[in-house]
């Protein structure tokens, strides 16, 4: 027997993880306390209401919403009533008379003849004044684009030259010649200016009465005579 001598040797292998084993550290239980896992929470908030459902359900606004609205509505209907469909003005002036009285009498103008739809020789139209902004006038249609008109008053004197009325134009005269500033005064009238036709006249004594047509033929003496 052979002191001191290892008759056997151990694989490199199994060398190694012996001193592995040997060399590794013990590993202690850690006295830290495990993180908890982390719960994320979230918010939840109510739904805002509208403004409009905020509006009827409320018992102090219900009230004032309901008669905003009704009134909203009424005011959009006149203004396209007014707009688009009838308005009834107070007349003034002595260029209509007989038609039109010079105080008190009320016209029904159609807007549905406005900018010159469907007019004709002899309708009373209602236009913006050419000469003074903002004023309005009302006139009757003697002459439509086209047609022949006397320059001045027939039988006052004056040139009595013969006018065609242009493109896009009409001729309008007061029934009260004397007395009335139009178209002998500011020359034809453009029909982008007629706001309506004049249809009914309103007044206290007489009630609603529709205007006529107004004008007469014109005939030659000789004519006459014969």
Not at 125 to 149: L, Q, T
Not at 203 to 218: D, E, V, Y
Request: aromatic residues 12%.
């Amino acid at each position: 027997m052979i002191r001191g001598r290892c008759l056997f040797r151990l694989p490199s292998i199994e060398r190694v993880s012996l001193r592995t084993r040997l060399t590794k550290p013990i590993r202690r239980a850690s006295t830290q306390p495990k993180p908890q896992p982390t719960t994320t929470t979230t918010t939840t908030y109510p739904k805002p209401r509208s403004l409009t459902r905020y509006l009827r359900t409320s018992p102090r606004l219900s009230l004032t919403y309901s008669f905003t609205k009704y009134f909203l509505a009424s005011a959009l209907l006149l203004h396209i009533f007014f707009e688009y469909f009838y308005v009834l003005e107070l007349a003034w002036g002595i260029s209509m008379l007989p038609t039109i009285a010079s105080a008190n009498d009320w016209v029904l103008i159609s807007k549905l003849y406005r900018r010159g739809r469907n007019l004709h020789v002899g309708d009373v139209v209602s236009f913006k004044h050419p000469d003074k902004m903002g004023e309005y006038a009302v006139k009757r249609i003697v002459g439509m684009p086209g047609d022949f008109v006397v320059e001045g008053t027939p039988g006052k004197g004056g040139s009595g030259r013969m006018l065609q009325v242009p493109m896009g134009h009409c001729w309008v005269i007061g029934d009260n010649l004397t007395w009335s500033r139009d178209s002998r005064t500011f020359g034809a009238l453009p029909l982008a200016l007629v706001t309506g036709k004049v249809v009914r006249v309103f007044s206290f004594r007489q009630g609603w009465r529709k205007l006529n047509h107004g004008l007469q033929p014109a005939y030659a003496e000789s004519d006459a005579l014969d």
